[in-house]
């Protein structure tokens, strides 16, 4: 994904009084230039000769000896080509633009310039004030053909953002027209050097260093290929920000599927964290200045045992915005989403995660904790274990410290992935009614229609609690309705049988030979939770919905061992952030 994901070309094109021109095309030469390539060739004048040319055949067959480079690819269109297929009619301005030409495909947005006469500045620094004779411009990437659908969205949002930057530019002082001016005028000037030369030059050589838009569209292309993230200042004036998340989201040097980081930030919940991939100093530097206050407050406050909620709370910001902070950060890289930090977490190691004795993360985490080697803390996860069995009893709560910080450190860096425990229902069926797996009742009519996912901005426990917090949540009212006193009153007992209503007959009858069913209120609490017990809700997420304390949990799931399998694994919501998805 990391090479298909970079763009072959990036190429700015215009329309006007002139005809079609490409003001600006790169790369535009990695090897030197070749004259035997041009023999037998009509080329444009302002083409480059490429390495790619030497290898061809006879046939014309230019896929051997090797496969063309990127810039080989697009080379073998010339200027005059480029300019032709890429500024299109005014009718297509203002919408994607997508081409492809074998295996090859361009991507932009056609931007018209209207020049009303009140819309030109009167503060134009510019000395001439002509009516300009461009009429629309286009900033295309170049791709290849089998380039993933989202990659091709994301590069024509940065088209249509760099397009909306330059058309404000233009409309204020006029400012695409001067560099496709000065532009032009470079490509005169060494077309007219190349007549008197023995060979042909590229313009764009001598573009770069006088044109500030080129130099622009050279670090857009450079940053895409490289980090991912572009942050221009068009006209030194207004900037432009964006993400490629193809090249910033990666676990062991393979690459998160956007798709996956998108459902992941949808599945937030107010139990989980918000983990800082960077330290607070060096994240708040890369901040634009006009970067709003809240994120600065998020980023201050954020800590590994927090939860979204309690950052909130901190922060003095509404849980909603927070989420949104929360998502802005994880979708540029800075930030994963995590589980509060408390002892009763289960960690294991990554599968991806590097154990060479001497990799440069065992020496990046010695150089952090002196004393320590990150082998022998690795193996000490080698299988699943609790923050609470490295916790020594008769210890000061200073000595966790340390221990807290090096968890922090391996999350950091993807080493550890993070266990939940989840209980599901398995009744072993009769052999003449057998229950589809996928079969499953809503509750939302129980439930008094409420929505597990609505944030509450609401007040509960620390996570580093012994137990593990009573956590508040937006089923509070109605867990402490359910739970009338008189274990066997009428009005509970219809309560209890209305809820098993939803099982088949041998699946109730298997509850109700349960001997802790005979107690009335392990069977309503039972009852109460069934709708969880489906393996899609881990006990965290129970604890939070439900206003119950771990240990509560537990004594349930121990006491119908005998109709629940309770497993562990990863919380899908997390692990998109900490091991690969198949």
């Known amino acids: 994904m990391?090479?298909?994901?970079?763009?072959?070309?990036?190429?700015?094109?215009?329309?006007?009084?002139?005809?079609?021109?490409?003001?600006?095309?790169?790369?535009?030469?990695?090897?030197?230039?070749?004259?035997?390539?041009?023999?037998?060739?009509?080329?444009?004048?302002y083409a480059v000769n490429s390495i790619g040319d030497i290898v061809e055949d006879q046939d014309g067959d230019s896929r051997e000896p090797r496969p063309l480079p990127d810039e080989q690819v697009v080379s073998g269109f010339s200027d005059v080509i480029l300019a032709t297929i890429l500024a299109t009619k005014s009718e297509m301005c203002g919408k994607k633009f997508e081409l492809k030409i074998d295996n090859v495909r361009f991507v932009g947005h056609p931007t018209l310039l209207q020049h009303a006469s009140g819309q030109i500045s009167k503060t134009?620094?510019?000395?001439?004030?002509?009516?300009?004779?461009?009429?629309?411009?286009?900033?295309?990437?170049?791709?290849?053909?089998?380039?993933?659908?989202?990659?091709?969205?994301?590069?024509?949002?940065?088209?249509?953002?760099?397009?909306?930057?330059?058309?404000?530019?233009?409309?204020?002082?006029?400012?695409?027209?001067?560099?496709?001016?000065?532009i032009l005028a470079i490509q005169d000037e060494v077309s007219a050097m190349s007549e008197t030369t023995d060979g042909p030059q590229s313009p764009f050589l001598h573009i770069l260093p006088k044109c500030k838009l080129a130099r622009d569209l050279k670090e857009a292309y450079d940053s895409l290929c490289t980090t991912g993230v572009v942050r221009l200042h068009i006209n030194r004036w207004l900037e432009v920000s964006f993400c490629l998340p193809h090249k910033i989201h990666n676990v062991a040097s393979r690459f998160i599927p956007p798709e996956a980081i998108e459902r992941s930030l949808k599945a937030i919940r107010p139990y989980h964290s918000l983990l800082l991939l960077r330290d607070e100093k060096s994240l708040l530097a890369e901040l634009p200045l006009d970067c709003s206050p809240a994120l600065v407050r998020v980023i201050r406050t954020t800590s590994a045992v927090k939860n979204l909620q309690q950052l909130a709370q901190d922060a003095d910001l509404a849980l909603l915005q927070v989420f949104q902070l929360a998502a802005h950060l994880v979708y540029w890289g800075k930030a994963i989403i995590i589980y509060p930090l408390?002892?009763?977490?289960?960690?294991?190691?990554?599968?991806?995660?590097?154990?060479?004795?001497?990799?440069?993360?065992?020496?990046?985490?010695?150089?952090?904790?002196?004393?320590?080697?990150?082998?022998?803390?690795?193996?000490?996860?080698?299988?699943?274990?609790?923050?609470?069995?490295?916790?020594?009893?008769?210890?000061?709560?200073?000595?966790?410290?340390?221990?807290?910080?090096?968890?922090?450190?391996?999350?950091?860096?993807?080493?550890?992935?993070?266990?939940?425990?989840?209980?599901?229902l398995m009744v072993p069926p009769k052999e003449e009614d057998v229950r589809p797996k996928a079969e499953e009742v809503p509750f939302t009519a129980r439930l008094g229609g409420r929505s597990l996912s609505t944030p509450n901005a609401l007040s509960f426990g620390s996570p580093t609690?012994?137990?593990?917090?009573?956590?508040?949540?937006?089923?509070?009212?109605?867990?402490?309705?359910?739970?009338?006193?008189?274990?066997?009153?009428p009005v509970n007992k219809r309560m209890t049988e209305n809820m098993l209503t939803s099982l088949s007959e041998h699946e109730r009858e298997a509850i109700l030979s349960v001997s802790a069913a005979h107690n009335p209120e392990d069977l309503r609490v039972f009852a109460r939770l069934l709708h969880y017990f489906r393996g899609h809700h881990h006990l965290e997420e129970i604890m939070y919905n439900e206003n119950m304390r771990r240990s509560h949990l537990l004594m349930l799931f121990d006491k119908f061992r005998s109709v629940l399998v309770v497993t562990n694994h990863e919380d899908p919501v997390i692990s998109v952030f900490q091991s690969l998805q198949k």
């Open 465 to 489: 609690s012994s137990d593990d917090l009573t956590l508040t949540s937006p089923s509070m009212e109605n867990s402490s309705a359910e739970l009338l006193p008189g274990g066997d009153s």
């Open 342 to 424: 408390c002892e009763n977490n289960v960690y294991m190691l990554s599968p991806n995660a590097s154990v060479c004795l001497y990799s440069p993360l065992a020496d990046d985490f010695s150089c952090q904790f002196p004393g320590h080697d990150l082998p022998s803390i690795l193996s000490k996860f080698s299988l699943p274990v609790s923050l609470a069995e490295f916790k020594n009893p008769l210890a000061p709560p200073v000595q966790e410290t340390p221990l807290i910080q090096m968890v922090v450190w391996m999350l950091q860096h993807r080493l550890l992935i993070q266990l939940h425990t989840y209980a599901c």
């Open 2 to 45: 990391g090479e298909s994901s970079s763009p072959i070309s990036v190429i700015l094109v215009s329309s006007g009084s002139r005809g079609n021109k490409l003001l600006f095309r790169f790369p535009f030469q990695r090897g030197p230039e070749s004259p035997a390539a041009q023999t037998g060739k009509p080329r444009s004048r």
């Open 124 to 182: 134009d620094p510019s000395p001439k004030r002509e009516v300009p004779t461009m009429i629309l411009f286009n900033v295309v990437f170049a791709l290849r053909a089998t380039a993933d659908p989202s990659v091709i969205s994301c590069l024509h949002n940065l088209s249509r953002r760099i397009a909306i930057v330059l058309q404000h530019e233009e409309r204020r002082c006029q400012y695409l027209t001067r560099e496709a001016k000065l």
